[in-house]
Each structure stands twice: as structure tokens, then as C-alpha cells.
């Protein structure tokens, strides 16, 4: 089986240090997005790898008033509820940045009806993205993404139908009680695949299985959703620990 990396690799010893890198390389998008565009359309994920990355994005001077922050996927709970991504970005990234309120588009995962609150979301996509694809897909200057054990990314889970709608850009995604999961809402692959960029953080000896699959030239988009960042369109980065690569200690 051979590998490939679609993208740039940055790899680094330990956490910290891809949080570091991660930062530098989300703010060069951010600038560049500002600079040729105007504006930075921004979508980050949750999962634990993102936040020390987004403290430090905090941190970089960056013309916040130009940022608008979206969500990759979210979870069926309230915004102050632990498990909430925005609630997670919000203490790493937007209390400590100087992100105007109305740049900020949360997803109403909480609501009763998920479907209604995905088109809804939908809406504020085509409204606040004016940079569109074929097919009027609005483009996202940047995407943050994470790759759980299990190969999914945002919320695209193996086996699963959302990995191949194609027909909305934000969809529902039914709770999975034999998995532990709450329903969640993710935007989905037609949004994803037409970002401008993407920052991929991996980190921990758990996810070297998932990101072989991804990396490997061949395999399968049901069994491991995270293999769709090979057809992204933009500019892709990988900031990976050497646990997540199994490349074994860093020696002088
Ligand atoms: C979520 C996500 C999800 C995440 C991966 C990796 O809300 O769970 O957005 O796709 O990025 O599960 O999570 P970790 O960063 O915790 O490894």
C-alpha cells in the first residue's frame, strides 16, 4: 500500500508545539484571506486537539474586525454545556480576542428541530460568504479540522449517510446511542472540499491508525470520512505529533 500526503506535513515532538505551529499557520490564512479578499471567513472544529491552538490564534495580530468565525460541526447541547464546541472556542479563542459579536455564527445544535436549525444555518452560509464555487457552494477562507480514532472528521462518521450528502451544505446528524453520541450538526463535504485552506491537527498515538488510512493512496471514504481532505480544493496543512505519525522519538 502506498502513502501519500495531500498537503503540507508539519510534524512536531509534542502538543505544544503543533498548537504553536498551528496558530502561526491559521493566522497566515486569516491574513492572507484579509489581504486578497477583504474578509476571513473561519470554521473551527471542537475535540480537545484545536483549543490550545486557538488560545495562541488569540494571541496573533490579527484584524479581527475582518474575522468571521463559523462552525465545522457542533453537538445537540446547550452553549454553556461542557461538550459544547462553541462553548470551547469561546474560551480559548473569542473571550480573548477582540471578534466583533455579530462576526461570530454559532449553530443552533441545541434546538428541538436539527434539520430546521442546519437550514438555518445554511442560510447564513450563502448570506455571509459572497465567495462562491460552482455551484454557488460558499467558499470558507479556512477550515480547522481534527480526526477522531475512528477516522471521522467534523462530524462525517464512518458508516454513516451524512458522508454523502452532497444536496444541503449543513445537515443533522442522528444521534448514535450504541456509540455514546448525542446528535450533532456538521457542515458537509461540498462545503468542506471548497475551502480556501484547511488546517488539520493530529495529535496522540490513538489516531496513527485512522491518519494511515487517510494517507494511504487507496481505501474508503465509508470506512474512514477523513480520507475526503484528499479532494479538498485549497491549500492543506497536517500538524501532527510524532505519536500520531508513529515516527518515534525526535534524537539530536
Ligand atoms: C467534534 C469534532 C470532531 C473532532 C475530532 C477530533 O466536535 O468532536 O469537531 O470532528 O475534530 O473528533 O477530536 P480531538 O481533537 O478531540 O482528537
Known amino acids: 500500500m502506498t502513502t ?3 498537503g503540507l506535513l508539519i510534524a512536531a515532538p509534542e502538543p505544544a508545539l503543533v498548537a504553536r505551529a498551528a496558530a502561526s499557520r491559521m493566522g497566515k490564512f486569516i491574513r492572507e484571506a ?3 479578499r477583504g474578509i476571513a471567513h473561519v470554521a473551527l472544529s471542537g475535540g480537545s486537539s484545536p483549543n490550545p491552538a486557538y488560545e495562541l490564534l488569540a494571541k496573533e495580530p490579527l484584524d479581527w474586525c475582518k474575522v468571521h468565525i463559523y462552525w465545522v460541526d457542533e453537538r445537540a ?6 461538550r459544547s464546541n462553541y462553548g470551547a472556542a469561546k474560551k480559548a479563542l473569542l473571550d480573548r480576542a477582540e471578534i466583533p459579536d455579530a462576526n461570530v455564527h454559532r449553530m443552533r445544535a441545541e434546538a428541538s428541530d436539527l434539520g430546521e436549525a442546519a437550514a438555518e444555518y445554511e442560510t447564513i452560509l450563502r448570506k455571509t460568504i459572497n465567495d462562491k464555487a460552482d455551484g454557488g457552494i460558499p467558499r470558507l477562507d479556512l477550515v ?3 480526526i477522531g480514532d475512528d477516522g471521522h472528521t467534523a462530524s462525517l462518521f ?3 449517510p451524512t458522508m454523502h450528502v452532497t444536496n444541503k451544505l449543513v445537515c443533522a446528524v442522528a444521534a448514535n446511542a450504541a456509540r455514546g453520541r448525542e446528535a450533532r450538526m456538521t457542515l458537509t463535504s461540498p462545503v ?4 480556501h485552506a484547511s488546517v488539520i491537527l493530529v495529535v496522540g ?3 496513527h491508525p485512522a491518519l494511515s488510512r487517510v494517507w494511504q493512496s487507496s481505501g474508503s471514504l465509508d470506512d474512514t470520512p477523513a480520507r475526503i481532505i484528499r479532494s479538498f480544493r485549497g491549500q492543506t496543512t497536517w500538524l501532527i505529533d510524532h505519536e500520531a505519525g508513529s ?3 525526535c534524537k539530536n
Open 4 to 6: 501519500s500526503i495531500p
Open 34 to 36: 484579509i489581504r486578497d
Open 77 to 82: 447541547v446547550p452553549p454553556a454545556n461542557d
Open 144 to 146: 480547522v479540522l481534527g
Open 158 to 160: 464512518p458508516g454513516e
Open 192 to 195: 468542506l472540499e471548497n475551502a
Open 205 to 207: 498515538k490513538a489516531k
Open 247 to 249: 515516527f518515534g522519538e
